[in-house]
């Protein structure tokens, strides 16, 4: 048990509500992980929040216009009435456009529509209610966003195993994945695979994705079935050459009868609107055919149903106009541009830094994260605040940093203070 959940547990001790909680209820906590370390940054941090993944300038969120003039365009029956559980059709369809022409190669093969949840937090949720039991090992690199471990462990009792991210040379540990499946050669194996990485930001490179596509091949020849959800938060994010710029899904979707790839993605960061709550989940299978996608798209609404009913219908009608305009591609990738200058100026602050911290490599998304020496990222982070600035522990060894929330020409100065701050906690040098 969690021992959260068990100090929670103790306070309930003697209560009506001691006595009535289900297991489930008695596993649940709320953990002292992103969320709750962002608002004591928004308490303290006066001078820098670099802590929430979203992207703002100047203290206001990054938008579409094309979305905001939306808001007061819907129409009576765009707003009010229930969605259709699987999400609206126009909706629905549109997405899998998208998909398509971000993803070219996912042409002719086989896939699903996708099913509208509500953020992708809930698309990862109902995956894994689907195909993982108490027991099953979820296996992920070790840098993972912190609620797959509630989701995963604390709700379903699955085990959550880690394996090394990077190799010593820092290059994706494609030989470690391969190692996880082996273990379970001829049985089940599910992977989460998220790239762009939240913390790390990190995207895998073309010929990586190659050997790690090899990999999955492999092992699933060898008579293994293989679940890969590909959590695509923060889709179109990349920066630099030679990445794998296609979701791993478009290989997946149609590489071997003994592999189900859940395509897990959402509007949140995609098309800026974090709090709209618009997700998907679509499947894609060499082994699978219409009447197999029926079947799971009906379970995803199973599971839809027993829970929170349908997907608000204003978040996708807006959605669905700001796909539709015109003006669409261009607004989106100027935005993204913003977030790209970042990063720009981000690589060259993380070049001179002369205190210990290293980072971890990075060339997409929203992050970057720093191994902290003597797995300190709770003493440094504590630092910061001090000074007003937010950052993450993401894990004792770990500060993770949000430049998608700090603007420009606050970059040095946030830079400068960590830097300051690890040199007064460990000394100087790398
Ligand atoms: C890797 C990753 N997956 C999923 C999510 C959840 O996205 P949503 O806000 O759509 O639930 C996040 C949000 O921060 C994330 O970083």
New binding site residues.
């Given amino acids: 048990m969690n021992s959260i959940a068990a100090e929670l547990n103790g306070t309930l001790e003697g209560t009506v509500a001691d006595s009535l909680l289900s297991d489930l209820g008695r596993r649940m906590y709320f953990p002292k992980g992103?969320i709750s370390q962002s608002a004591e940054a928004k308490k303290l941090a006066h001078r820098i929040d670099a802590t929430i993944?979203i992207a703002t300038e100047k203290g206001e969120p990054l938008y579409l216009k094309t979305i905001r003039e939306a808001l007061t365009g819907l129409t009576p029956k765009e707003t009010f009435p229930y969605a259709p559980t699987a999400g609206i059709p126009p909706l629905r369809e549109e997405w899998k456009k998208e998909i398509i022409k971000k993803n070219p190669s996912l042409a002719g093969k086989g896939m699903s529509l996708p099913v509208v949840v509500?953020?992708?937090?809930?698309?990862?949720a109902v995956v894994l209610d689907l195909f993982a039991n108490p027991r099953d090992t979820l296996i992920v690199p070790d840098f993972?966003?912190d609620?797959y471990e509630l989701i995963a462990s604390d709700r379903l009792q699955a085990e959550v195993a880690g394996f090394p991210f990077f190799t010593p040379a820092g290059k994706l540990n494609v030989e470690g994945l391969a190692d996880a499946l082996r273990a379970r050669r001829g049985g089940k194996a599910v992977i989460m695979l998220?790239f762009p990485?939240?913390p790390t930001g990190y995207t895998l490179t073309e010929s990586e994705a190659e050997r790690l596509v090899k990999a999955i091949r492999n092992e699933a020849e060898h008579n293994t079935r293989i679940l890969v959800v590909c959590?695509d938060?923060?889709f179109g994010l990349f920066f630099e050459e030679g990445l794998k710029t296609e979701s791993l899904f478009a290989d997946l979707a149609d590489l071997h009868p003994n592999v189900l790839a859940v395509k897990?993605d959402?509007?949140?960061?995609e098309e800026l609107v974090?709090g709209f709550?618009?997700?998907f989940v679509t499947y894609g299978s060499k082994g699978l055919d219409e009447k197999h996608y029926e079947a799971l798209i009906q379970k995803t609404m199973g599971l839809i149903r027993s829970s929170i009913s349908c997907s608000g219908t204003p978040s996708q009608y807006l959605v669905l106009k700001g796909l539709m305009d015109e003006r669409h591609e261009v607004e989106k990738a100027a935005t993204f541009k913003t977030v790209e200058t970042r990063y720009r100026r981000v690589k060259e602050l993380v070049r001179w830094m002369r205190g210990p911290l290293k980072p971890f490599p990075f060339n997409s998304g929203?992050f970057m994260t720093f191994r902290v020496p003597g797995d300190r990222a709770e003493d440094l982070r504590q630092a910061l605040l001090k000074r007003g600035i937010g950052t993450i522990a993401i894990r004792p060894d770990c500060l993770r940093i949000a430049y998608s929330s700090v603007d420009a020409e606050k970059l040095d100065e946030l830079f400068g203070c960590i830097d300051d701050e690890a040199v007064k906690l460990f000394g100087q040098g790398k």
């Fill in positions: 992103i993944g509500t953020g992708l937090t809930h698309a990862i993972f966003w609620n998220n990485n939240n959590d938060a923060y897990t959402a509007a949140t960061k974090w709550r618009v997700g929203y």
